[in-house]
């Protein structure tokens, strides 16, 4: 199993929709997670940080940790044509490292 | 006032030549890293310097030699270019030594070796 695994997409969700991004996690990598956001040709940036169970809201997004099944998520309320992006879920290798693992990213597109 | 700010923006070049990308942040931060995104989108570390100290080599190919002349500047130097090293390579920041903390990206160098 990869350390950080996500659905390439794209997933296609109209205007207005909830948009959900999911990621598993193996054994591997440490207890917090990360979501970047890159937009096409440019770089990512950090939108969300999760580091204990439960759901953690920032606006319109929310981060969902579940440590029993090694999953986290990422759900954008009311999306918008501007959240069309591509979504990074991230975490630390485990272990005395600083290592960030990327998943492969979830293209998202918000049709208007 | 760019953060992070790495040149050239775009490399194109010819297999088997040297190049070097340069990376600077004015961010204070202790730790600098290059990341590696290939064309599926996946990103992958590559190194990682902490106060000029070389402290993650991910099995990357000797013909790739990073340089950190102050905490503030990490070059990428690439030998013998491989058609394979085509990507977008991203320099980045943290102000911490431990994974997790919050990475300020540049914009990326994207090189094409024909």
């Known amino acids: 199993q990869k350390e950080v695994e996500q659905n390439s997409g794209p997933l296609s969700v109209p205007e207005g929709a909830i948009a959900s991004l999911n990621c598993t996690y193996s054994?591997?990598?440490?207890?917090?997670f990360f979501w970047y956001r890159q937009y096409s040709g440019k770089s990512p940036e950090l939108i969300m940080s999760?580091?204990?169970?439960g759901d953690k809201e920032d606006g319109r997004f929310t981060a969902q940790l579940n440590k029993a099944s090694q999953y986290v998520s990422l759900l954008i309320r009311d999306s918008q044509p501007s959240d069309s992006a591509t979504y990074l879920c991230a975490a630390p290798r485990g272990g005395a490292t600083n290592k960030l693992i990327f998943g492969t990213g979830t293209l998202l597109a918000v049709q208007p | 006032d760019t953060a992070v700010s790495q040149t050239p923006k775009y490399l194109v070049t010819q297999m088997g030549n040297d190049k070097s990308i340069k990376c600077e942040q004015n961010?204070?931060?202790?730790?600098m890293y290059w990341y590696k995104q290939d064309s599926k989108k996946f990103l992958k570390i590559m190194f990682s310097y902490n106060n000029k100290e070389l402290i993650i080599n991910e099995t990357v190919p000797n013909r790739f030699s990073p340089k950190s002349p102050d905490k503030a500047h990490l070059n990428l130097h690439i030998n013998s270019l491989e058609l394979g090293d085509s990507a977008v390579y991203f320099c980045a920041s943290s102000q911490a030594r431990q994974g997790g903390e919050k990475l300020f990206f540049g914009s990326g160098t994207q090189l094409s070796v024909l």
């Open positions: 961010l204070g931060h202790d730790t």
């Open positions: 999760i580091y204990s169970n």
């Open positions: 054994d591997r990598v440490s207890q917090s």
